[in-house]
């Protein structure tokens, strides 16, 4: 899957390097085995991949596949119409509820969080949401307490002390 030249990364090159030295016979399999903490025989599989293929074949060959345990595109995109027909103003957490209990699809909590926010699905708006404490004292005219609490209880905006 990986194309030659392509970026590897550090594990890779280090890797990339001790095979180099097995093939320069400046390191022995088993030497390069304990180094990078594989068997013997997996640095034999090694050393015939870096033959190869070069540095691009220390990458895994399951690079840019799709994961054995992904949902196809499908049952995503049914998951996804769902919520936008009828959990649009839910959560994440509780339209994934809805759709396990009435639907019968089970949704990762990877899936709620990332997948939905992207598509715009099950995010709530900001409507509703309670004020900081510094946006309320803004609101108020002032960051002291005692103030707000004078003008309230006496009407007035002067200096006066808060009624006992």
């Known amino acids: 899957m990986i194309a030659e030249g392509a970026l590897v990364t550090v594990k890779e090159a280090d890797r990339a390097a001790v095979m180099l030295a097995v093939l320069e016979k400046r390191l022995k399999q ?20 870096y033959r190869e293929r070069g540095a691009a074949g220390m990458a895994s060959g399951r690079r840019g596949a799709p994961s054995n345990r992904a949902f196809g595109e499908e049952v995503r995109r049914d998951a996804l119409r769902l919520v936008r027909e009828r959990c649009a103003d839910f959560g994440p957490t509780f339209a994934a509820e809805k759709l396990s209990d009435e639907h019968g699809l089970s949704v ?22 309670r004020a900081s404490a510094r ?8 960051g002291s307490w005692r103030r707000w609490t004078v003008r309230r209880t006496t009407g007035s905006r002067g200096a006066g002390r808060a009624a006992r």
Not at 30 to 49: C, M, T
């Open 108 to 129: 990762s909590r990877e899936t709620r969080g990332s997948g939905w926010r992207r598509t715009g699905c099950g995010v709530r708006s900001g409507a509703g949401r």
């Open 135 to 142: 946006a309320v004292r803004a609101a108020r005219g002032s």
């Open 30 to 49: 088993r030497e390069a085995a304990e180094r990078l903490g594989l068997s013997a025989r997996q640095v034999k599989r090694l050393a015939k991949r």
